[in-house]
């Protein structure tokens, strides 16, 4: 059994956000980690891309940003990763959350960050993992879909499950929908993820996350309504 999450200290660990786009898993965390009581700070956002619009909007929170292009390193994922190494370390961070980041890690820089590295994927894996996860749940017909945040493993879209939270999927949905409604849960979700691994309140038993307390899991379950008779 390993217990996830930053050492335990006076202050409140500090956060990277990485992202590679619009950015509004971002927002929801750092509009979360304004609040007094939160355990965790937001305390840098870097992309990959110099375009990120999020780089916009985490300037208007009042983040710092960094931005390592990772276009220019081609396939060269270590030297890419060095860098990004040496920003988290000047950023003091102890945790990472990928907000749509969509790069891949060595294998030796997930498990240097193991436990402590969360991403957020639109579809309950483990169906779905990957490019366009609205467009496989609508193909494969399934009636409920949702969203996940999970510990990072080297596979994509996969590791130890913290937390899920589940819509129910309409006839006439398209991916744009479907996208749509589910982002509203994943705004949800990703903060209250954060907050347990932040407070310590996480372990990791194999492939599985438990909570050290099993009070913590009331109010974590989002699931859609009952359809009106
Ligand atoms: C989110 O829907 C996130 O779940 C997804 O990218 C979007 C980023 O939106 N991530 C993945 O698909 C990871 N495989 P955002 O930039 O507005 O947070």
Redesign the pocket.
């Known amino acids: 059994m390993v217990k996830a999450g930053p050492h335990r200290g006076a202050s409140k660990p500090r956060v990277a956000i990485l ?10 965390l750092v509009e979360a980690a304004k609040a007094d009581d939160f355990p965790a700070e937001i305390a840098v956002v870097i992309s990959n891309r110099a375009d990120a619009a ?1 780089l916009a909007r985490a300037v208007k929170e009042g983040v710092p940003t960094v931005t390592i292009e990772s276009k220019s390193f081609g396939k060269d994922r270590a030297a890419f990763e060095e860098k990004l190494q040496s920003a988290l370390e000047d950023h003091r961070v102890e945790l990472i959350c ?5 790069r891949l890690f060595t294998a030796e820089f997930v498990q240097a960050w193991y436990g402590k590295m969360l ?4 579809s309950l894996l483990p169906s779905f ?3 366009d ?1 609205h467009g496989q749940a609508l193909s494969a017909g399934v009636k409920v879909s949702g ?1 996940t945040v999970h510990f990072v493993t080297p596979e ?2 996969a590791g130890p499950i913290v937390m899920q939270g589940v819509v129910e999927v309409r006839d006439d949905d398209t991916p744009d929908t479907l ?1 749509e409604r ?2 509203t849960i ?1 705004h949800q979700i990703y903060p209250n993820a954060l907050r347990l691994l932040a407070r310590g309140k996480l372990r990791l038993d194999g492939a599985v996350c438990r909570l050290t307390d099993e009070a913590d899991a009331a109010g974590s379950l989002i699931s859609p309504r009952p359809a009106k008779e």
């Open positions: 992202i590679s786009g619009r950015g509004s898993n971002m927002v929801a999020g990928l907000g749509g980041f969509m991403n957020i994927h639109p993992p990957g490019l996860p969203a994509t879209d996208s589910i982002l994943e």
